[in-house]
């Protein structure tokens, strides 16, 4: 799992730098293909076409939608804002989550799953700060990124009850891949040696990420394997700190403390079902 987060957060300040000098359509776009050929050429030998078998094809495309829209907001907003900062507030997804699950799902919240939802939010507020320099129009990208991928985590839950997880995976990435690619020609830059390196890494980490997360939880149960998740926070800053000399401020690491605590909020109270949504889909 520890291996799994690095590489989400090594994939995230990839993305990062990549934007300063790509549009977000080509990275992710190329992201996309190279995960999704990777997936192809592991899974198409091993379940033949049954892989691409679904019994609800419409929420199959909901899905896909939702997962371009959190990767175009998520990665447009960390162009501009640290990677600390942005991968804390996409951590605001479980306790959005929570919320939606009782009128989306039919689910009980109870009022210690609402208290850790009103303290996931008061930590957005402590890192953007009215006034501070966060508190930007971008600042609302990432807040966006986080409700698209809640809905996404939702569609997944009941995705999960027909298809498996390998089909959903990689119908949402051939999804993604054919979306993008009918707008990434006229955002494309043949990109050089260096940066088509890059390029490449940043597939087969989104790949591999995904590969270790997987076996993680085949060996353990979520509710283990949560407190985990929240590693890529230190990973992210320490990352962004090496890569891009961003140090959060002491209302940056208030703020993330918070999240962080009203996530394990929930993880207790209901572990099997909020564990794995704290953490950011490879694809």
């Not at 039919?106 to 210690?112: D, F, K």
Request: charged fraction near 10%; proline fraction near 5%.
């Amino acid at each position: 799992m520890c291996g799994a987060i690095f590489l989400f957060a090594g994939s995230d300040a990839l993305s990062k730098y990549l934007v300063g000098f790509y549009a977000v359509v080509m990275v992710i776009w190329v992201r996309y293909v190279i995960h999704s050929s990777l997936m192809l050429a592991v899974l198409l030998p091993r379940k033949g076409v049954s892989i691409f078998k679904t019994q609800r094809p419409g929420l199959q495309l909901m899905r896909g939608l939702c997962m371009v829209g959190t990767n175009m907001l998520f990665i447009s907003a960390l162009r501009y804002i640290p990677l600390a900062e942005g991968t804390a507030i996409i951590y605001l997804t479980p306790l959005i989550v929570t919320a939606l699950s009782g009128p989306l799902l039919g689910e009980r919240v109870t009022p210690l799953q609402w208290i850790a939802v009103s303290l996931g939010f008061i930590g957005v507020l402590v890192i953007l700060r009215p006034g501070g320099a966060l508190f930007t129009p971008i600042s609302i990208l990432a807040i966006g990124a986080a409700c698209t991928f809640s809905l996404y985590q939702l569609i997944t839950r009941k995705l999960n009850a027909t298809d498996s997880s390998a089909t959903t995976n990689l119908i949402s990435g051939l999804i993604g891949s054919a979306m993008l690619g009918c707008i990434a020609p006229f955002f494309w830059q043949t990109p050089n040696a260096y940066h088509a390196l890059l390029l490449l890494g940043l597939g087969i980490s989104a790949l591999a990420s995904h590969l270790l997360m997987t076996e993680a939880y085949r060996h353990t149960n979520p509710s283990t394997l949560a407190p985990f998740t929240y590693g890529q926070l230190i990973f992210a800053g320490l990352i962004g700190y090496l890569a891009f000399g961003h140090v959060p401020d002491i209302y940056g690491l208030i703020g993330i403390a918070i999240i962080c605590a009203s996530g394990m909020l929930v993880f207790w109270h209901k572990p099997e079902s909020a564990a794995i949504e704290a953490v950011k889909d490879p694809l």
